[in-house]
């Protein structure tokens, strides 16, 4: 039989890629695993639970929030008060950032950002949803971390990940050397690895974007997407159209087979839909890990200044040539 190795195993082998780490990182990441697979169980039974329907309560951004959106992120959000490892958990799903003050927590090292169930529109439907999280070490030395310790830029994340529960769980994770992904198995309740060293084509033949909107996009993206649909037989054109309606299915699907995701800013969203903190940044460190590229279509996303927990980006992301003719389409009205 083929011995599988399962992420708990895979995460304390790579404690040794951080000589100077005490095991903190390790055992948050293992937390949030736990959360992953809890929140899994509720979302495969979501038919069955009578757990569909709105909850009632409206989020920070006027959006009605599902009750799996409200269970994963107190899943999450106990998850990481218990594990101790964590100061302040930043999610989407709460106006303000949630500091932990509990006596194992008041010298934890990290700052979690979270989008606790994302695409949750999808629930309904059966469609793959998924949960997005991003890790950061605080900067403050002593007493109570602050917001300045959430607002750091992406580029100054120690990790990030995904978890998309689709056809398949799986959980996707980077510490900034390189993306491994993770499969549940289901039979022995364990993440396992699946995709070792993943690695996002550098070109590719699918462009997922939200098509209908078409007449409120700058006419930069109007022009890459005329050229993703004109017939070029040595660039494999005309490319494919595939949009979930799902960031982390859409972007996962494109990390595999090689695309484009793009959510640009539109007539009605004049800085973009996603948010920069919980879904563009830790979407851009993995990818980029991968070998892909993450822009805002000018600027790459993980240099830009985080000055708001809910601030929103454009975003373009996916295989390295073709953000590059995107970012070269949009030049050309800027
Ligand atoms: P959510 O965090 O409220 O679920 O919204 C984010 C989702 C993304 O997963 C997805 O890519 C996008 O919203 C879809 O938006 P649209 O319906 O405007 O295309
Ligand atoms: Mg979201």
Do not use: W
């Amino acid at each position: 039989m083929k011995i599988v190795k399962t992420l708990g195993q895979f995460i304390i082998e790579k404690q040794a890629d951080f000589p100077y780490a005490k095991g903190e990182l390790s055992r948050l990441l293992r937390d949030i695993g736990i959360a992953a697979k809890i929140v899994n169980r509720e979302v495969n039974k979501a038919g069955l639970a009578d757990i569909l329907g709105e909850a009632g309560t409206t989020n920070i951004q006027g959006e009605g929030q599902k009750k799996l959106d409200v269970y994963a992120n107190e899943q999450f959000i106990s998850a990481l008060k218990h594990g101790g490892e964590c100061c302040i958990v930043a999610s989407e799903e709460n106006d303000e950032y949630i500091p932990i003050e509990s006596d194992v927590s008041i010298d934890a090292k990290y700052i979690v950002a979270m989008d606790p169930l994302d695409g949750s529109s999808n629930i309904d439907v059966n469609v793959a949803v998924g949960t997005i999280f991003s890790i950061y070490r605080r900067k403050s030395t002593n007493g109570k971390a602050t917001i300045d310790d959430v607002l750091q830029n992406g580029n100054e994340q120690v990790a990030a990940g995904y978890v998309i529960y689709g056809s398949s769980t799986m959980l996707v994770y980077t510490t900034g050397k390189g993306v491994n992904g993770f499969t549940l198995d289901p039979s022995i309740g364990e993440f396992c690895l699946s995709h070792p060293d993943m690695k996002i084509p550098k070109d590719g033949t699918i462009y997922s974007i939200n098509e209908g909107y078409y007449s409120h996009f700058p006419d930069g993206v109007k022009k890459y997407i005329k050229y993703c649909q004109v017939e070029d037989k040595k660039t494999n054109r005309p490319y494919t159209s595939r949009y979930i309606g799902s960031m982390v299915a859409d972007i996962h699907r494109n990390l595999i087979k090689g695309g484009i995701f793009i959510y640009p800013v539109t007539a009605g969203a004049a800085n973009g839909k996603l948010r920069l903190v919980y879904e563009c940044n830790p979407m851009a460190f993995i990818i980029e890990q991968a070998g892909g590229l993450a822009s805002n279509g000018y600027q790459r996303i993980l240099e830009l200044d985080v000055k708001e927990l809910h601030q929103r980006s454009a975003i373009f992301i996916g295989s390295e040539n073709m953000v590059k003719k995107a970012e070269e389409m949009m030049a050309c009205f800027s």
